[in-house]
Nanobody, 125 residues
């Protein structure tokens, strides 16, 4: 099995920063895309930022609402992905989920996409 372990969530005031981390563990060959999604109560889960592997070109994708404030990074060797969140706003309050998509157990065996357990981010005065 493959698991995602998240850390770094917490409560901060507007304008402050947080850094989320996610580590993939278990048996897998490669992961094409890793990233972060978030979900606020009563709202749909939405993309925050993703990044493909080095082999995949290290392509990034950001939600318009976080461009210029959030930065995603990834270390394929360590199987980790991070999200640096600066100038946080109250509307960033949500549960943030790590995601792995395009997970291969072998060069020819694909696995279902994987979600972390989620970590709470609260931004308030």
């Amino acid at each position: 099995q493959v698991q995602l372990a998240e850390s770094g969530g917490g409560s901060v005031q507007p304008g402050e920063s947080l850094r989320l981390s996610c580590a993939a563990s278990g048996h897998f060959y490669t992961i094409y895309k890793m990233g972060w999604y978030r979900q606020a109560p009563g709202k749909q889960r939405e993309l925050v930022a993703t990044m493909t592997s080095e082999t995949g070109g290290r392509k990034t994708n950001y939600a318009d609402s976080v461009k210029g404030r959030f930065t995603i990074s990834r270390d394929d060797t360590k199987n980790t992905v991070n999200l640096q969140m600066n100038n946080l706003k109250p509307e960033d309050t949500a549960v943030y989920f790590c995601n792995a998509d395009g997970v291969f157990a072998s060069p020819t065996q694909a696995l279902p996409k994987i979600w972390g357990q989620g970590t709470q981010v609260t931004v308030s005065s």
